[in-house]
């Protein structure tokens, strides 16, 4: 199964652009990038994919590597609400109509205010 | 707004109990999924289902069970708890097509003592 890196733990200071960096070499042609995100006592939170193309949404953008190698998330401006453990995942088909999702260890964000 | 309930945030049994742990989604969603996530190892994939009846292993599934006899509800179940299923569990759901987007529920603390 292809697989990510991230690093352990990023900060970042309140109001400034956080840059979230994911490896994925093994990646293959078919594999989507998905971010998720997990704030303190809650489920994982859906924040944005793609597949080849840099992509933009309410949240933040995916800069997608054009070897699609690794990839960056983008928060344009960090607030102490987007203080939570981000991960990197590749989705991967798994045939009969289903995939799945694998989870890494993440990056913990810290906003200091 | 999307849904994913879970029947209770927090759970405390003994070893060798049979545990049930409901995940119900009000989304007419076709997938669903069950993880378990530890400090240090990130969320595992334990059982998904993307039908009716329907269940595929994930990544860990020695020592649990699942049930969908119904498209919104999903149930795991511990046949026999031991005190190494001590964990957090999240169920999650998806369509089958589209963006592949998983929606979690707040997840249960289950204690195995």
């Known amino acids: 199964d292809a697989k990510t890196t991230q690093p352990n733990s990023m900060e970042s200071n309140e109001e400034e652009p956080v840059h979230l960096p994911c490896n994925h070499s093994t990646i293959s042609g078919t594999d989507y990038i998905h971010w998720y995100r997990q704030l303190p006592s809650q489920g994982p939170e859906y924040v944005i994919h793609?597949?080849?193309s840099n992509v933009n949404n309410r949240m933040a953008s995916l800069a997608i590597a054009e070897d699609r190698k690794s990839s960056t998330l983008i928060l344009h401006r960090a607030t102490l609400r987007d203080a939570a453990v981000y991960y990197c995942i590749l989705l991967a088909y798994s045939g009969a109509g289903s995939y799945q999702l694998t989870f890494g260890k993440g990056t913990k964000l810290s906003v200091i205010p | 707004d999307v849904k994913v309930t879970q029947s209770s945030r927090y759970l405390v049994k003994r070893t060798g109990e049979k545990v049930f742990l409901e995940c119900v989604q009000d989304?007419?969603?076709?997938?669903m999924f069950w993880y378990r996530q530890d400090p240090g190892l990130g969320l595992r994939l334990i059982y998904f289902?993307?039908?009716?009846?329907?269940?595929e292993k994930g990544d860990i599934p020695e020592g649990y069970s699942v049930s969908r006899e119904k498209k919104e509800r999903f149930s795991l179940i511990l046949e026999s708890a031991s005190t190494n299923q001590t964990s957090m569990y999240l169920c999650?759901?998806?369509?089958?097509?589209?963006?592949?987007?998983?929606?979690f529920g707040p997840g249960t603390r289950l204690t195995v003592t």
């Open positions: 999650a759901s998806s369509l089958l097509q589209g963006s592949y987007e998983q929606y």
């Open positions: 989304m007419d969603h076709e997938n």
């Open positions: 793609g597949l080849t």
């Open positions: 289902s993307y039908d009716v009846k329907m269940k």
